[in-house]
């Protein structure tokens, strides 16, 4: 098991029932296959550096989580595949 962190961008326009939601999913993915969710951290509105997809705002979350190492391939796929999410980025934590 290792530690991982990911930080994704959701649309701004969605409602806040809505992003509650995809973070509940991202969670409950983490914990269906195996890993353990350390800390989520709902960063909220925030302005991009730059225009995506005509938006200049993102909703910004970042989660740490200790999973396998094959489940962040699934992880991304899901975020990539997801309309909601904007841009996402996984990253190894320790070494």
Do not use: C, W
């Not at 709902?42 to 396998?68: C, P, S």
Request: aromatic fraction near 10%.
């Amino acid at each position: 098991m290792r530690q991982y962190e990911v930080m994704y961008v959701l649309r701004p326009d969605l409602e806040p029932e809505q992003i509650q939601e995809l973070v509940n999913r991202y969670q409950s993915l983490v914990t269906e296959h195996g890993g353990k969710v350390d800390q989520v951290q709902e960063m909220g509105k925030r302005r991009l550096a730059y225009e995506i997809d005509h938006q200049r705002e993102g909703y910004y979350v970042l989660m740490q989580f200790t999973a396998n190492a094959n489940f962040t391939q699934e992880l991304e796929r899901l975020l990539r595949i997801d309309d909601a999410v904007m841009r996402y980025l996984t990253v190894r934590l320790g070494e």
